[in-house]
C-alpha cells in the first residue's frame, strides 16, 4: 500500500535551517508529482511547494518563495524539503503529499521555530 512517511522536523532558532525528508513507497513514486503542505491549529492547510516527477518544475507558496527549496531523488524515492532562514510563522506540522486518484499523507513531522 502507499505509505509516505516524513521526517527532519525539530525545534529551531528563528533564522536556522532544517531539511524534511519524505520517504515513499507503495506506488511509483518517479512517475508523480508531489507536493509539500503544512497545517497550523485554527488556520487552513497551505500548499508549501510542488515539484513534478521528474523534478524539472517547481512552484512555492510566497511565503516560503526564496526561503525553501523541494526537490526529489528518484533512485530513493525520496522527497526533500530544504527550509531556510526560519521564522516563527514556519511553525506548524509539515505533509507530503501525493495524488494518485486521490490524496495520501504521511503522518506528518512538526517544525517548531522560536527562540
Known amino acids: 500500500q502507499v505509505q509516505l512517511v516524513e521526517s527532519g522536523g525539530g525545534l529551531v532558532q528563528p533564522g536556522g535551517s532544517l531539511r524534511l525528508s519524505c520517504a515513499a513507497s507503495g506506488f511509483s513514486f518517479r512517475s508523480w508529482s508531489m507536493r509539500w503542505f503544512r497545517h497550523t491549529p485554527g488556520k487552513e492547510r497551505e500548499?508549501?511547494?510542488?515539484?513534478?516527477?521528474?523534478?524539472?518544475?517547481?512552484k512555492y507558496a510566497d511565503s516560503v518563495k526564496g526561503r525553501f527549496t523541494i526537490s526529489r531523488d528518484n533512485a530513493k524515492n525520496t522527497l526533500y524539503l530544504q527550509m531556510n532562514t526560519l521564522k516563527p510563522e514556519d511553525t506548524a506540522v509539515y505533509y507530503c503529499?501525493?495524488?494518485?486518484?486521490?490524496?495520501?499523507w504521511g503522518q506528518g513531522t512538526q517544525v517548531t521555530v522560536s527562540s
Open positions: 503529499n501525493a495524488f494518485l486518484g486521490r490524496d495520501y
Open positions: 500548499l508549501v511547494a510542488y515539484i513534478t516527477n521528474t523534478g524539472d518544475n517547481t
